[in-house]
């Protein structure tokens, strides 16, 4: 099948890829980009392993065709803080035990993200209704929603240096 | 311990996994459910672009594997047994080349009449799912007979003389649907040959040694020639535990002489994975007028699919299971796997807790009601206690069965059952094993003091492991920072028996502290050389040893060692000691005992919609015996997850058959509890210290997963006066029943 260049922004950097047009976002990421923080598992957007940050917004990569994404801004979990450094929900979801197997957390971690972003005072049923296209087996998700509603306290009084590209 | 890795994307899971050059494999699985195969040919697929091997039975050594009854082959050869049966893999350069080739593999096959579940499949002149059932290796003790591949029995007393004796004999019937494990992490593998002829299999499996020998038996080789190694695993749940993709893609890297991965998609998953057996159960209990249980016939039936596979195993647990934490004089409790022709359905965390307990938790609270009796006075009444026996006569020790039960009725607010309208409160109680097995460790102090910790266990995100390392940490009296943990390679760790069983930070454990034993006297001998100190005047402390004034870091003595005697490493190893019991009590039971078994109760309050059925879950308590607390909040982590899926299973999760069919082979029709459904979990966690158990641990990672359905079942009855015999329990049926009631 033929393929297409396209040029993607991930996590502010510029990547140019060959690609047949019906490969996914997810696929691309993690096959020809390496970018394996976004998981792979349901591949019909039920579980949210895949998700990422679309232009702010929390969106499933497995149904998203890559050439969709040209011109916009994607951040995956690879780009949500400086290398060896936490985000302040990475840094809670620590803090709060929310991690067991931890597959689905890098897709947890930027739902929450994008709903903080426009939600800075959250409650607990908000981010429930936020988090519910993710799919966690381990926690029983207490630990990860407590975990956001602290993130949310700590990003409102010292937002991070570094925010997400 | 692997939080951070985990929350930056920077963790590698099997899925992840990737080899220069390698291919993608996928599995032609059979629709048809029970058929003879009569043609299969792959010669269009294997000539289509990008696909570089097709194979089939003809291709591969025709072995049958198995754990205790070896009936299964990779691919099938003249019989198809249930739908979702590989028939074929084929090896491409993408997942779309060798989807594509998947479709152009002519398959022919001739329909038999199928049996669909355990009633058809013990009716008489039923076809048999293996003709050849008799010829099969197996385990010598199991009691097989046609489409039964184990009858597991307990017997006890005399029941029938335990039913004179009784005032009201109850007998009820309750059925429970198969779920799956739910993994977030698809199963996955990839597999590589070297020139020796060993391959490498990357895979999330939960038993690489189990995996390892599994592949040596379907590949005709000595087990050192397979290596497995896992690099990380996205939830197991028991899903895992049996072999899965990875003989697949070892088949076809061998064909093709490149790596291959193979991964599960979600309707493989769901059609052809290990999901939890369906059950059937049929209890009759007799009890005197003021409460006291006189003798139990039970009967379990496990729909196993198409291979016996955890069947045989399960069916044991299940007994018992079925005699509850009870004090019962009389008992006679059988657990049967049966065939049918459905996937080969397996273990899920607690196999056979959760179908065995929701039938014997609910009929206690049936036969409270009945006598007027509190159901919680009633439990207190015959629970098992300290010193006394289980079912086939082990000792219990460390019951802190009366302390659970009277701390969630305490936390749910017992006394007011009934608070309003439609509202109610149920409990239940069970009690679980800590699964056998042995572990070995070697523990290594690196040239600047920290440790490594080397074990053939795997990490499968309960932080079992970081449990042993604690263990480690205090025992060594060094930092849990200053230790990194080695894990899962059957080449280079130790054997482990595997992550199953809430064994890990058990065994494990124990083998640390077997470790720490003779690491610390390396440690002080050549302290004592190099300080020129008596032995017996120094002390390991803090990373140090010291005495007489003097001080030797454990960096120090590791680098002394390293420069004359090749390093500071100790070889630990445990093994569960066996549990004593009555051997005349028991037959075809492969689990007669329950190892250093934990306790618990769980209690709820709810409220249900008159009109819709929808259960609203207001409170959730578990008060769970855990021998001893080593790490509270991960022990807490369990029980919320634990019950959040044991919740699924009561309220919403079914793999729903039809005609052997899969109706709901998706995320979007298989309905797992997400953020909005799981309520807050409180738990209470009892500590009666284990004899055997590092400072008195107990396994805690299945217990939380058993008692959800029953409590639930109970409170709803409570809510309702509507009692629910079958899971799960959906709005709908709860509905239904109101409805019917209501006539």
């Known amino acids: 099948m033929t393929r297409i260049a396209l040029s993607l922004t991930i996590n502010g950097q510029t990547h140019d890829v060959l690609a047949e047009p019906h490969r996914t976002l997810l696929d691309v990421l993690r096959t020809d980009l390496g970018l394996i923080g976004t998981k792979e598992n349901c591949l019909e957007a039920e579980c949210g392993v895949c998700t990422v940050l679309l232009e702010g917004a929390a969106v499933n990569a497995c149904i998203l065709l890559a050439a969709q994404c040209q011109g916009r801004a994607i951040v995956t979990i690879e780009g949500l803080a400086a290398p060896g450094q936490l985000h302040p929900l990475q840094r809670a979801f620590i803090d709060h035990g929310a991690v067991q197997c931890g597959y689905c957390i890098p897709g947890m971690i930027l739902a929450a993200k994008a709903y903080l972003d426009t939600n800075p005072e959250p409650d607990g ?29 700590a990003l409102r009084t010292s937002p991070p240096s570094q925010a997400a590209r | 311990m692997d939080a951070p890795g985990k929350v930056t994307g920077t963790a ?59 009936d299964e082959r990779v691919f099938a050869r003249d019989r198809i047994r249930f739908a979702g049966q590989p028939l074929a893999a084929v090896a ?29 499949a013990l009716a008489p002149g039923a076809p048999l799912v293996h003709d050849a059932w008799a010829s099969y290796t197996a385990l010598p003790i199991l009691h097989r007979d046609g489409n039964v591949c184990n009858r597991a029995r307990i017997v006890v007393g005399d029941v029938e003389r335990g039913f004179v004796e009784a005032d009201r004999v109850f007998e009820n019937r309750f059925t429970t649907s198969s779920v799956h494990q739910g993994y977030t992490e698809p199963r996955a593998a990839v597999a590589q040959w070297d020139s020796s002829g060993q391959v490498t299999v990357w895979s999330n499996t939960q038993l690489p040694f189990e995996i390892q020998t599994t592949l040596a038996e379907i590949l005709q080789l000595p087990p050192s020639k397979v290596r497995v190694i896992v690099p990380g695993i996205g939830g197991g749940f028991g899903g895992k535990l049996r072999i899965g993709v990875e003989h697949f893609a070892a088949l076809l890297a061998m064909k093709t002489g490149r790596p291959v991965k193979v991964m599960t998609t979600s309707e493989e998953e769901l059609t052809a994975a290990y999901a939890r057996q369906p059950a059937t159960v049929a209890v009759k209990t007799g009890v005197t007028n003021d409460g006291r249980l006189t003798a139990r016939e039970a009967r379990l039936w496990f729909d196993t699919g198409a291979f016996a596979g955890s069947g045989p195993g399960v069916a044991s647990v299940a007994t018992l299971m079925l005699a509850g934490p009870y004090r019962i004089p009389n008992l006679l409790l059988e657990g049967f796997a049966v065939y049918t022709n459905k996937t080969n359905f397996g273990s899920f965390r607690a196999p056979s807790g959760p179908q065995a307990n929701f039938a014997v938790e609910s009929q206690m609270d049936i036969i409270a009601d009945a006598l ?46 009934r608070p309003e309208v439609g509202r109610g409160k149920g409990i239940a109680c069970g009690w679980w094993t800590t699964t056998g097995g042995s572990s070995g460790v070697y523990v290594k102090v690196n040239p600047d003091g920290t440790v490594a910790l080397n074990t053939g266990a795997a990490e499968i995100g309960t932080a ?7 263990v480690l940490a205090e025992d060594l009296g060094v930092q849990m920072a200053d230790i990194n943990v080695v894990s899962a390679d059957t080449l280079s760790t130790p054997f482990d028996f595997g992550a199953q069983g809430s064994r890990t930070a058990f065994a494990v454990g124990n083998a640390c502290r077997a470790a720490v034993a003779d690491l610390k006297r390396q440690i002080l001998a050549l302290a004592s050389k190099h300080l020129g100190v008596e032995e017996s005047a120094l002390a390991l402390r803090e990373g140090s040893v010291v005495g007489a004034g003097k001080r030797a870091t454990l960096g120090e003595l590791a680098r ?74 991960a022990i807490e982590g369990q029980i919320e997850g634990g019950v959040a899926q044991g919740l699924g299973q009561a309220l919403s999760e079914e793999i729903v058959y039809e005609n052997g069919r899969v109706l709901n082979a998706n995320l979007t029709d298989y309905k797992m509890p997400t953020a909005r459904d799981v309520p807050r979990v409180e738990s209470i966690l009892v500590q009666h210290p284990s004899l055997v158990g590092p400072f008195g641990a107990k396994g805690v990672g299945e217990p939380p997963n058993i008692e959800p359905p029953a409590a639930i079942a109970n409170a709803v009855a409570s809510a309702t006066g509507v009692r629910i015999t079958s899971l799960p329990i959906t709005a709908e049926k709860v509905a239904l029943a109101l409805r019917e009631r209501a006539k």
């Open chain 1, 125 to 153: 049923d908000g981010v429930r209704e936020a988090l519910a296209g993710n799919l966690c087996r381990c926690t029983g998700y207490q630990r990860i929603i407590d975990a956001v509603l602290s993130a949310a306290r």
């Open chain 2, 560 to 633: 002394i060692s390293q420069a004359s005697g090749g390093g500071l490493i100790a070889h630990g190893t445990f093994v569960a000691p066996p549990t004593p019991y009555d051997t005349k009590r028991v037959e075809g039971h492969v689990y007669p005992a329950f190892h250093s078994p934990s306790f618990h109760a769980h209690a709820t309050d709810l409220s249900v919609d008159a009109e819709t059925g929808e259960i609203t879950i207001h409170r959730y308590v578990v008060a769970q015996d855990v021998g001893f607390a080593m790490n509270p909040a």
């Open chain 2, 372 to 417: 007027g009796l509190d159901p919680l006075e009633l439990r207190l009444k015959n629970i098992v206690r300290e010193g006394e026996e289980g079912p086939t006569g082990q000792v219990l020790t460390a019951v802190g069965l009366e302390e659970c039960l009277r701390r969630a009725a305490d936390a749910i607010g017992w006394r007011d059952r």
């Open chain 2, 12 to 70: 590698l899971y099997a899925a992840d996994f990737a080899l220069p050059g390698m291919l993608y494999g996928k599995v032609l699985r059979s629709s048809e459910p029970h058929a003879r195969l009569v043609r299969i040919d792959a010669g269009r697929a294997a000539r289509l672009p990008g696909v570089r091997a097709v194979i089939t039975a003809a291709d591969v050594p025709d072995v049958r594997y198995g754990g205790s009854v070896k």
């Open chain 2, 92 to 120: 491409a350069t993408s997942p779309d080349a060798a989807a594509a080739a998947l479709t152009a593999i002519e398959v022919v096959c001739e329909p038999l009449r199928p049996v669909f579940d355990v009633a058809a």
């Open chain 2, 464 to 470: 079992a492991l970081t449990g042993a390392a604690q």
